[in-house]
């Protein structure tokens, strides 16, 4: 009990790591001064895992197309929150918890995750996933 | 000891090129060295005209050619939000054909990403995941990095190259450039720059000769305090062999249509 609750602190820890955020300030054109933070912020709220709206990053964590090599710690934690507070309609996750299942309905794509319905878009080109209505 | 510094010193005061440089010019095109040693001071403001007209020349030879095929090894920096440096390695694969056709590849350990454009709609296509977007699209390479980046938040990659040659090749924003001498990439001649613009100081390796080529490119990025870089290594392919497949997304089995999240209409 008491070595769970300190796993879950540990584990709560990892995954506010800010540390693995990228700032994307990194720039590889010359003639294209490209500031993703200001363009995506003003239409996209990324509702991160602590209730808290953070400006839209690229993320090590999760500029990935697999996440299997990436620390389990970190998706574990978005769990927890995601069962205290439900995730609202129309916020954009980076990554989705584990265990979903594909569901395609009327040509339309969506990521089922418990009772959480996602539907994959591209944010430049990452994916990410924003919360729907169940359909 | 004290005769080495004294004579360090008065190189120094008279701003006579180091030992390094003196090195170099004994292979380098003397002239325009002596010129741009004589100017002694890089501060902002100082432009070599041989060094803009390179970077021209360049640019004309590159608006020149209707097909081209260029494989790019890059390196670059991200910096964490605790401060810390970690470099990213990747290739993009980029093939073109004048005036509207593009198709673009960037493979990552991370991220695979692929683009097709082919003068009405562009797609973006990732591999792994297996979803796909298609959008409305200029009908102009030109035009592309432009829409994708302001309504889609999508950086076309190498857009420079699609730049320099053009009006919009960004020369206006250069304050400093030097001619930093001969050097040799990947067994290829070439003569190195480096420019200094608002934010950003970057340097450009162009090969010597009939084909004034962009071998590789450093751009250093001033505003973050660790000035992180991005580097790219270019082999190129000038004769290569497109057809008009190469320029269609058909998707494969199993591949999932997505839409964008667009960051402005």
């Known amino acids: 009990m008491k070595w769970a609750s300190i796993f879950g602190v540990l584990m709560l820890l990892a995954g506010n790591a800010d540390a693995r955020y990228v700032r994307n300030t990194t720039r590889t054109s010359i003639n294209r001064d490209v500031d993703v933070n200001r363009n995506v912020n003003r239409n996209v709220n990324v509702d991160r895992n602590v209730n808290r709206n953070v400006s839209y990053h690229r993320d090590i964590d999760v500029d990935v197309d697999y996440h299997h090599y990436h620390p389990v710690a970190r998706a574990a934690a978005v769990t927890a929150t995601a069962a205290v507070t439900a995730a609202a309609i129309g916020s954009v996750v980076n990554s989705l918890p584990p265990s979903c299942t594909t569901v395609e309905q009327v040509g339309v794509t969506y990521q089922r995750c418990g009772s959480t319905w996602y539907q994959p878009r591209y944010v430049g080109t990452q994916v990410s996933y924003v919360v729907v209505t169940p359909p | ?265």
Do not use: C
């Open chain 2, 1 to 265: 000891m004290r005769w080495s510094f004294v004579v360090v010193a008065a190189v120094g005061l008279l701003g006579l090129p180091s030992s390094g440089w003196s090195q170099q010019e004994k292979q380098g095109p003397p002239q325009q060295k002596v010129k741009a040693d004589t100017k002694h001071k890089e501060t902002d403001g100082d432009i070599d005209p041989a060094a803009i007209a390179a970077l021209e020349k360049m640019g004309a030879f590159l608006r020149g050619q209707q097909t081209i095929a260029v494989r790019v090894e890059t390196e670059t920096d991200e910096v964490l939000d605790n401060g810390q440096k970690i470099q990213l390695n990747g290739t993009s694969l980029l093939s073109a054909r004048r005036p509207d056709r593009l198709r673009a590849e960037v493979i990552s350990d991370r991220k695979h990403r692929q683009f097709f454009y082919d003068g009405k709609t562009l797609t973006l296509y990732s591999p792994r995941l297996g979803y796909y977007a298609t959008v409305p699209a200029p009908p102009r390479i030109r035009d592309l990095a432009d829409v994708l980046s302001k309504r889609y938040g999508v950086e076309l990659p190498l857009a420079d190259l699609f730049y320099w040659g053009t009006n919009r090749s960004g020369v206006d924003r250069i304050r400093s450039a030097i001619d930093v001498g001969p050097s040799r990439i990947d067994g290829a001649d070439t003569e190195q720059y480096a420019f200094r613009q608002p934010d950003l100081d970057w340097q450009i390796w162009i090969e010597r000769g009939p084909k004034p080529l962009p071998r590789k490119l450093v751009l250093t990025t001033l505003k973050e305090p660790s000035q992180p870089q991005h580097v790219m290594k270019l082999t190129w392919d000038l004769k290569p062999e497109h057809t008009e497949r190469s320029f269609i997304f058909v998707p494969p089995k199993g591949a999932k249509k997505i839409e964008f999240l667009e960051v402005s209409k």
